[in-house]
C-alpha cells in the first residue's frame, strides 16, 4: 500500500495504474507504445498477476491505451476531438459550407472522411417517430453515414427527416447533399431553425458496434440524439449519432440570463 494526498492507504493495483498513467502522460510511453507484458509488470513491481489485471482495467478505463486480442495493450495514437456543440451549428458555418462534422474536425486539426452506408425511405422506429411527432412505422427519410478522423472510424450517425420535409428537397436523396450539408439544404427549402436538442447517454458498446467503430472489448460508446427544431416548433430531424467515448469531448455553452 502508498498513501494518497489525502493520507489514505492507495491500493497497489491503482498505483501501478497511476504510474502507468503518468509515463503515457509524461512521453515515457508513446503513441504506438506496447504496454509492458503481465510479465515484466509482476517482475518490475514485485506484485501479483491479479494485482497487474486490476490496474490495466483502470489504465483501459483512462482512454489512454486500448488492448488487441494477442497483441497486449498499446498507448493509443488519436487524442479525443473537442466537440463543441454550442459552436458547431452555427448557420454561418453552414454559409461557408461547412457541415457540422467537418467544421469541428478542422477545429481540431483533424483530417475528416464522411462515408454514406445508406440513403433513402425507411419505417419510423419508434423513439424517432415519437421524436418526429409521426406514427410508428410511418415512411421517412433515412440518412446513415460512418464518420472517420484521420483514417479511423470514430461516429456513425443516421439522421431521420419526416417525409413530406424531405420529399421535395432531392439533394437529401443523394449521397453529397452539398456544402454546408443537410441542415443548409433544409434552410434552403424554407425551414428556419429554432432551436437543436440533445440528448446523451453512456453505455458499453455491442458487440457490432466495437466491429463497426474499431473499439476494444469493452469499450464505452456515447449514444447522443438530436431534435433540429424549426421556428414554428416542429422537429424536423432526428439524428441518432454513436461515438467512440474516448474521442470526444464535449463543450457547451450556456447563457447565465434568461
Not at 443516421?158 to 433544409?186: M, Q
Request: hydrophobic share 40%; with cysteine.
Amino acid at each position: 500500500m502508498g498513501i494518497g494526498s489525502d493520507g489514505r492507504a492507495v491500493p497497489k493495483y491503482l498505483q501501478l495504474a497511476n504510474d502507468i498513467i503518468q509515463q503515457i502522460r509524461a512521453g515515457v510511453l508513446n503513441a504506438g507504445d506496447m504496454v509492458p507484458s503481465e510479465a515484466d509488470l509482476m517482475e518490475r513491481y514485485g506484485i501479483s498477476v491479479g494485482t497487474v489485471r486490476k490496474a490495466m482495467v483502470e489504465v483501459r478505463a483512462s482512454g489512454l491505451v486500448e488492448t488487441r486480442h494477442g497483441k497486449g495493450s498499446i498507448v493509443r495514437t488519436r487524442p479525443p476531438v473537442r466537440h463543441r456543440s454550442s459552436d458547431r451549428f452555427r448557420r454561418s458555418l453552414r454559409q461557408e459550407g461547412k457541415a457540422a462534422y467537418l467544421a469541428e474536425s478542422t477545429q481540431s486539426g483533424a483530417e475528416a472522411k464522411v462515408s454514406v452506408l445508406f440513403v433513402g425511405p425507411m419505417a419510423a422506429p419508434d423513439e424517432i417517430a415519437e421524436r418526429l411527432g409521426v406514427a410508428t412505422g410511418e415512411q421517412v427519410l433515412a440518412r446513415r453515414r460512418l464518420y472517420f478522423r484521420n483514417g479511423t472510424p470514430v461516429e456513425t450517425a443516421t439522421s431521420y427527416v419526416p417525409w413530406d420535409v424531405a420529399k421535395n428537397i432531392p439533394e437529401l436523396f443523394a449521397e453529397n447533399p452539398g456544402a454546408g450539408g443537410i441542415y443548409a439544404r433544409l434552410e434552403e427549402s424554407g425551414q428556419v431553425f429554432g432551436e437543436f436538442v440533445e440528448t446523451l447517454q453512456a453505455r458499453q458498446a455491442t458487440k457490432a458496434e466495437v466491429s463497426e467503430l474499431s473499439l476494444s472489448a469493452g469499450a464505452a460508446v456515447i449514444q447522443l440524439v438530436r431534435n433540429a427544431v424549426n421556428a414554428e416548433g416542429r422537429v424536423v430531424e432526428v439524428c441518432d449519432t454513436l461515438m467512440a467515448a474516448d474521442q470526444f469531448v464535449f463543450e457547451y455553452r450556456i447563457p447565465a440570463q434568461d
